[in-house]
């Protein structure tokens, strides 16, 4: 994948924020390539956190994830006065009356012995749907928020049925109000399936491509590609959705999961009236299945599309500096939290700039260029894992340590000699 470029020294205050023209120069400038990751001296500036993606600038890399956290102007407003460098807004879709959302929709999974609840959350399940609220009213407030916030990313996540016209329709109503880009939810593992909707169109690369090329034809900024995890193979739709126009793709999206099954009352959570339905899992479980996925499609867009500047957004699990890092050592340009930020609040972005940075001024690295996808080059196959090790042993075997024969002393090397027998 491209290293991107970035601007130096962004403030954090919005008013020194730039946002660069909207997109569809369909060429792509060629990246450097890396050769390796650069070190510098230690020096008493912090490390410089902001980013450019796609031609959008942030002042650090951590973004708000689709959902909850993005519902509303309050909390969309709230993202930004607390800095986070990007807000994506909840999914919405051209008729927020055919969603209907239920409660409880969630359901914690804590560590230690049977879920005690005094135990630590690793997992959380939503069976939560889309936006519920009118396009209308969404619309609205994002345009307000862009005024508001001139200088801020706001990205509107969409999602509709497989119908042009309406792909059409909604991507023109969001760029009327000022939306700074697009991410398409081909990726909600639960609600409407019967409607081709989310991981419907995700799981399925034929009608992808299709998708991909409306939204394309039409939008006139940067677009993102929300992967979903169930799949067998993530590359794939995410080589399609890049291959078919769009700018960047986003990883993963929530696992489909049964969080549990009450032992008292033997129904399953999150129960709704007696019942339940199987929804996403998200929270810091997932984490290692995110890296796992993230890695595969940054492996992919660096070995096929090395020559251009498309980005990757990653998500899963994160909760900490060091959560965030390794997504960028593995080749992520931003960093989205969702479920964190239900559990810690919107103040988690000064925890995570701070985490970050601190692991920044370990390795003396002063912008994230220097490290993203400094740590890709180290996975390889199974077969090639054992290669190596062999060549190792091999190597080893050869380097004779000490004397081995009486023959072998000498007098001019004799205290030496003795030092390479000696074992403490």
């Given at each position: 994948m491209a290293s991107l470029g970035f601007a130096r020294q962004i403030s954090n205050s919005s008013a020194d924020l730039l946002v660069a023209p909207p997109r569809r120069s369909r060429s792509c400038c060629p990246g450097r390539n890396r050769v390796d990751f650069r070190v510098f001296a230690q020096s008493d500036a912090e490390p410089d956190l902001s980013v450019v993606v796609n031609g959008l600038?942030?002042?650090?890399?951590?973004?708000?994830?689709?959902?909850?956290?993005?519902?509303?102007?309050?909390?969309?407003?709230?993202?930004?006065?607390?800095?986070?460098?990007?807000?994506?807004?909840?999914?919405?879709s051209l008729d927020a009356a055919k969603v209907v959302n239920v409660t409880p929709r969630y359901?914690?999974?804590?560590?230690?012995?049977?879920?005690?609840?005094?135990?630590?959350?690793?997992?959380?399940?939503?069976?939560?749907?889309?936006?519920?609220?009118?396009?209308?009213?969404?619309?609205?407030?994002?345009?307000?928020?862009?005024?508001?916030?001139?200088?801020?990313?706001?990205?509107?996540?969409?999602?509709?049925?497989p119908v042009k016209e309406d792909w059409e329709e909604l991507i023109d109503r969001c760029e009327q109000v000022g939306v700074d880009a697009f991410e398409i939810n081909f990726s909600?593992?639960?609600?409407?399936?019967?409607?081709?909707?989310?991981?419907?169109?995700?799981?399925?690369?034929?009608?992808?491509?299709?998708?991909?090329?409306?939204?394309?034809?039409k939008a006139?900024?940067?677009?993102?590609?929300?992967?979903?995890?169930?799949?067998?193979?993530?590359?794939?739709?995410?080589?399609?959705?890049?291959?078919?126009?769009?700018?960047g793709v986003a990883a993963i999206n929530t696992i489909m999961s049964v969080m549990g099954i009450n032992l008292d009352t033997l129904r399953p959570?999150?129960?709704?009236?007696?019942?339940?339905?199987?929804?996403?899992?998200?929270?810091?479980?997932?984490?290692?299945?995110?890296?796992?996925?993230?890695?595969?499609?940054a492996k992919m867009m660096k070995t096929e599309f090395a020559d251009k500047e498309y980005s990757l957004s990653a998500i899963g699990g994160v909760e900490t500096g060091g959560d965030a890092a390794e997504f960028i050592l593995l080749g992520a340009n931003t960093v989205q939290v969702c479920t964190g930020v239900m559990m810690h609040g919107y103040g988690l972005v000064k925890t995570l700039c701070s985490e970050l940075q601190d692991f920044m001024k370990k390795h003396n690295f002063s912008s994230i260029e220097d490290f993203r996808g400094a740590s890709l080059e180290y996975f390889t196959t199974h077969t090639d894992l054992v290669r190596m090790q062999q060549e190792?042993?091999?190597?080893?075997?050869?380097?004779?340590k000490g004397l081995q024969s009486d023959k072998d002393w000498t007098g001019d090397g004799f205290v030496k000699e003795t030092e390479s027998m000696v074992s403490n």
């Open positions: 600038k942030m002042p650090n890399p951590f973004v708000i994830g689709s959902g909850p956290p993005g519902t509303n102007y309050t909390v969309m407003k709230r993202a930004f006065d607390e800095g986070w460098g990007a807000v994506i807004a909840k999914t919405v359901a914690k999974l804590r560590a230690g012995a049977n879920g005690s609840a005094k135990g630590q959350i690793i997992g959380w399940q939503n069976i939560e749907l889309i936006s519920d609220r009118p396009l209308e009213t969404m619309l609205k407030e994002f345009k307000r928020l862009k005024e508001e916030y001139p200088n801020r990313i706001l990205i509107a996540s969409i999602m509709e049925e909600c593992p639960h609600g409407m399936p019967e409607r081709k909707m989310g991981a419907a169109v995700g799981q399925d690369c034929a009608l992808l491509e299709e998708v991909c090329g409306w939204i394309n034809a006139t900024i940067p677009v993102w590609a929300k992967m979903t995890p169930n799949i067998t193979d993530i590359t794939q739709p995410a080589r399609v959705s890049l291959q078919s126009g769009c700018e959570e999150p129960c709704v009236e007696g019942y339940s339905t199987p929804g996403g899992y998200s929270s810091k479980a997932v984490h290692p299945i995110a890296l796992a996925k993230v890695m595969s499609i190792a042993i091999r190597e080893r075997k050869a380097i004779k």
